[in-house]
C-alpha cells in the first residue's frame, strides 16, 4: 500500500486544516487507519483512528472535540479535520494502515504502512 497525505501547511492559532490520505495498490477499506503526529523531540502519538467500517473512533485527549477523523471507503481516501487549532498541535502528520488487528490500536507498531507525513505549523 502507498499511502500520501495532503493538507498540510501554515496556519494561525484557532485556525482549521483538513488533511487527506489517499492510497494507491490496496482498498483501505481492508484497514483500520490512524493519524498519528510527532513534533521536534517528542515521541510520535496516535491523535486518531478508524475502524475499517468507519464505525469506531478514537481520538487521544488533547485533541477530542477539535479534531474529526473520516473515511471514504469508495473513494479509497482517510481525512483529519483539524479545528481551533494550537502551536501545541505542531508536528509532522502521518497516515497509517493497520491491518492485522480487529480493535482499533494506537501504537505506531501496530500500523504496517505509513505514509511520507505532511508538515502542520500553526503560529501564536
Known amino acids: 500500500v502507498q499511502m500520501v497525505e495532503s493538507g498540510g501547511g501554515l496556519v494561525q492559532a484557532g485556525g482549521s486544516l483538513r488533511l487527506s490520505c489517499s492510497a494507491s495498490?490496496?482498498?483501505?477499506?481492508?484497514?483500520?487507519m490512524g493519524w498519528f503526529r510527532q513534533a521536534p523531540g517528542k515521541e510520535r502519538e496516535c491523535v486518531a483512528a478508524i475502524s475499517r467500517e468507519g464505525l469506531h473512533t478514537y481520538y487521544v485527549a488533547s485533541v477530542k472535540g477539535r479534531f474529526t477523523i473520516s473515511r471514504d471507503n469508495v473513494k479509497n481516501t482517510v481525512a483529519l479535520k483539524m479545528d481551533s487549532l494550537t502551536p501545541e498541535d505542531t508536528a509532522v502528520y502521518y497516515c497509517a494502515a493497520d491491518f492485522i488487528h480487529s480493535h482499533l490500536a494506537t501504537g505506531g507498531d501496530d500500523y504496517a504502512y505509513w505514509g511520507q507525513g505532511t508538515q502542520v505549523t500553526v503560529s501564536s
Open positions: 495498490g490496496r482498498t483501505l477499506s481492508r484497514y483500520n
